[in-house]
């Protein structure tokens, strides 16, 4: 392995920490609708438990109302019921063949307590990046140990990873503070 390599790793490892902290974002739900906001809840098909995006059509209706489309007319009140049970706090409501699923708004407690769930999710990311930077410096001392790159390439090293989790750290904030705002702003 060499030092290119190792960077090139870490980078790749740090990308996917930034995705799931985006998709752990998704799931914190804001007064707005997102189709996402779903994707955690499953349905009983047939005796497996499915996702609903399996079993209907999942889109907006407007800013605050998701619609559910069953594909099966007998699936619509196993879907309303698995998103009522789910940990949601959503009310849908059937018109027909489809399913509305309003947003309630958020009072200011619940958008307070959504940001330290939003910093928490950030900081969790963010250590994450750090275990990462850690794992490649290792790496990197590994290599010197082993005599296959010498002081001047391992620091060189050491100075790059450094670079790469400040600048993934640095995203992280961002986003963190974006959704924050977005909370605090419905």
Request: aromatic share 2%; charged share 35%.
């Given at each position: 392995?060499?030092?290119?390599?190792?960077?090139?790793?870490?980078?790749?490892?740090?990308?996917?920490?930034?995705?799931?902290?985006?998709?752990?974002l998704h799931k914190i739900r804001t007064?707005?609708?997102?189709?996402?906001?779903?994707?955690?809840?499953?349905?009983?098909?047939?005796?497996?438990?499915?996702?609903?995006?399996?079993?209907?059509?999942?889109?907006?209706?407007?800013?605050?109302?998701?619609?559910?489309?069953?594909?099966?007319?007998?699936?619509?009140?196993?879907?309303?019921?698995?998103?009522?049970?789910?940990?949601?706090?959503?009310?849908?409501?059937?018109?027909?063949?489809?399913?509305?699923?309003?947003?309630?708004?958020?009072?200011?407690?619940?958008?307070?307590?959504?940001?330290?769930?939003?910093?928490?999710?950030?900081?969790?990311?963010?250590?994450?990046?750090?275990?990462?930077?850690?794992?490649?410096?290792?790496?990197?001392?590994?290599?010197?140990?082993?005599?296959?790159?010498?002081?001047?390439?391992?620091?060189?090293?050491?100075?790059?990873?450094?670079?790469?989790?400040?600048?993934?750290?640095?995203?992280?904030?961002?986003?963190?503070?974006?959704?924050?705002?977005?909370?605090?702003?419905?």
């Amino acid at each position: 392995m060499s030092i290119a390599d190792i960077k090139k790793n870490a980078e790749a490892k740090m990308a996917k920490s930034v995705e799931a902290f985006k998709n752990e974002l998704h799931k914190i739900r804001t007064g707005r609708a997102h189709p996402g906001i779903l994707d955690q809840v499953h349905v009983d098909y047939y005796g497996s438990m499915v996702p609903i995006s399996q079993v209907a059509n999942v889109s907006l209706l407007d800013a605050r109302t998701i619609s559910v489309q069953p594909w099966e007319k007998g699936m619509g009140a196993k879907i309303e019921k698995a998103i009522r049970e789910s940990d949601l706090g959503l009310n849908p409501a059937s018109q027909g063949d489809l399913i509305r699923v309003p947003m309630p708004p958020l009072s200011e407690e619940r958008r307070r307590d959504l940001t330290k769930v939003v910093r928490n999710a950030g900081e969790d990311a963010k250590v994450a990046v750090r275990n990462l930077r850690r794992d490649a410096n290792e790496q990197a001392k590994k290599l010197l140990k082993d005599k296959e790159i010498g002081e001047d390439d391992e620091r060189r090293s050491l100075d790059e990873v450094q670079k790469l989790t400040d600048r993934v750290i640095v995203e992280i904030d961002k986003l963190t503070s974006g959704k924050e705002a977005e909370i605090l702003a419905v």
